[in-house]
């Protein structure tokens, strides 16, 4: 399949549409991630929509000493990949066409939830996001966007606008693809030397360490709840051999555990890439609800994100997974 390039809005309104448009939105130097979105964005809009990808390296979500001029630009690529992937336009205005009169004077707010974590580090960026992405929504005009989890506060602050001012654009949000080694896909990887991308490891390797010590905790939990504490089940137990099992999980059961485990887990593996050479330089490490992006606490029950941001030499990467704390279920 062949994508058509539009560099205008002109262009893409001009095309006749039936069914369903399905927009999926990037800053070119498109990987194997972008092209998991586009094949979801294709089964949503079916044989007779659209998919539309965006390219546009967006000035406003860079701030001071940020990697603009350093960003990879590779467009005639990315219509190459966005066309195997399932595209049928891929629309790559330039800054005039998105700000004809310049930087917008009138801007996206962000919030609250948009000064925490990636918004406290790097200020501004989620204002810059918003703006443009309530740009190429007008512009493109879809009936769904959709964009990947591993920029889950990202997602979040997409999902919260089109809520909180009323868009009528279906949001979607598509699991994080990674690499054989387990480093999430990102186009900023290819910055990184073979002894940088062997630290970078850290990042994915402590979020699995905290999901791995949720769901040994939850498994025990729920061991512990099936050995009822009555005499005779112990005399059973002890029997069959099982009653130091029974005895172990109980012990697991009620003692710290949860979200302070979790990050427990997950910091010790930070900590140890923080020795190595090239060292890795944390930036942090957080456990947080979703809906707002606050801290949980050891009380907490629900679906929650376990997120990190982290420096390796001149590169700085971020990753995340979803958990899911209490009677609703084990790690995601």
Known sequence: MTATLLRTAAELHARARTGRRAVVMTMGALHEGHATLIRAARKIAGPDGEVVVTVFVNPLQFGAGEDLDRYPRTLDADVELAGRSGADAVFAPSVDEVYPGGEPQVRISAGPMGGRLEGAARPGHFDGMLTVVAKLLHLTRPDVALYGQKDAQQLALIRRMV?????????????TVREEDGLALSSRNRYLSPAERRTALALSQALFAGRDRHAAQEALRARAREVPATRARAEALSAIGESRAAADAHAVATTAGGPAAVRAAARLVLDEAARLDPPLTLDYLALVDPSDFT?????????????????????RLIDNIPLTFGNLGAAS
């Open 163 to 175: 809520r909180d001012l009323n868009f009528g654009i279906e949001i979607v949000g598509v699991p």
């Open 295 to 315: 801290d949980i606490g050891d009380d907490f029950t629900g679906e929650a994100v376990l997120a990190v941001a982290a420096r390796v030499g001149a590169t």
